[in-house]
């Protein structure tokens, strides 16, 4: 994946995680709590030795440790939508799928409404991060000539191969094999079932997981991807002859390819090469002057 690519996503990440507790305090501020545990603003939150803390204390030191970050995010979030409606801006769906399937690949085994959750927090964080980005170096010039360049050199990187992730489980024979789909046909867990009888120690524990591949992963047994594409996502194969044993696998997810033209890519490598114009990462209150701004911090 192309350097500017990860380095956004990693951003990205830690950004949102830095920013939530102080967004999510600010947000909730005037109301109860929906959090991992009842709350209630009468009652000290905690007793040590007779001494309490009490829920105001806790609400008032952090808001003042993230509160003003908290607000600023906000406000930030607002002025970028503002103003890339304003510039009527709109982000390529290929290059949308292509950041989602890159992401997709950091996670673990997710159901399918955390996966839901999960493409749409992200889809709004990067269509906000490359909305900023477009905003911040709209004016910088590259030339057509730059793009195709850049083009040509890295389009490579900005294709994703089609993508499976896998769990399975191993035995040395047909009859545990058979044991194992009839518990699996019965409605049995398949990490469970992996923890009990795979003979992989390796993915034991973890219950079978193995993580995502393409066809030309080295670490794939070629006959794992050819059974993967018989599966539709979370179904199990049949017992299968391997050179380990019996396997017997699990499709959780099946990332599609993307392959993105030129046409499509034009306008994100113009801001990629704009990008490496810029001095500083693009920060979106250099764009508040834009607007009619006021807020209790200043």
């Known amino acids: 994946m192309r350097r500017k690519l990860v380095l956004g996503i990693i951003f990205m990440l830690l950004f949102t995680n830095v920013i939530t507790l102080g967004m999510w305090l600010w ?12 709350l209630d603003p009468r009652k000290a939150v905690a007793d040590v030795n007779d001494e309490k803390i009490t829920y105001q204390e806790w ?27 304003q510039e009527n801006l709109s982000i390529n769906e290929g290059v949308l799928d292509l950041e989602l399937s890159a992401l997709s690949t950091m996670e673990g085994v997710l159901t399918k409404k955390a996966i839901q959750e999960k493409e749409a927090e992200w889809t709004k964080e990067i269509t906000e991060r490359l909305y900023l980005e477009e905003l911040v170096t709209k004016d910088v010039q590259v030339s057509e000539q730059e793009i195709r360049s850049y083009y040509q050199q890295y389009s490579d990187q900005y294709r994703f191969s089609p993508t499976i992730q896998l769990s399975h489980i191993v035995v040395e024979d047909k009859d545990t094999a058979e044991k194992i789909t009839n518990e699996l ?24 997981y193995l993580g995502f591949y393409t066809k030309n992963s080295s670490f794939l047994p070629i006959e794992y991807y050819e059974q993967s ?25 099946f990332l599609p390819e993307v392959n993105l033209s030129y046409e499509q890519l034009q306008a994100h490598l113009r801001r990629e090469l704009a990008l490496e114009k810029v001095s500083t990462y693009p920060d979106a209150s250099q764009l508040w002057n834009k607007l009619e701004i006021d807020w209790i911090y200043e």
């Open 27 to 38: 947000n909730k501020r005037s109301e109860m709590i929906d959090f991992s545990v009842e």
């Open 59 to 85: 609400l008032a030191y952090l808001e003042k440790q993230y509160g003003k970050k908290a607000l600023q995010q906000m406000i930030n979030t607002h002025v970028i939508e503002q103003l890339a409606a």
């Open 185 to 208: 046909d019965a409605g049995a867990s398949f990490s469970s079932l992996a923890r009990e009888y795979t003979m992989d120690e390796a993915t034991k524990s973890g219950g079978g």
């Open 229 to 253: 594409q018989q599966l539709e996502e979370y179904m199990y194969s049949k017992p299968f002859q391997t050179t380990e044993g019996i396997a017997i696998i699990y499709l959780h997810r």
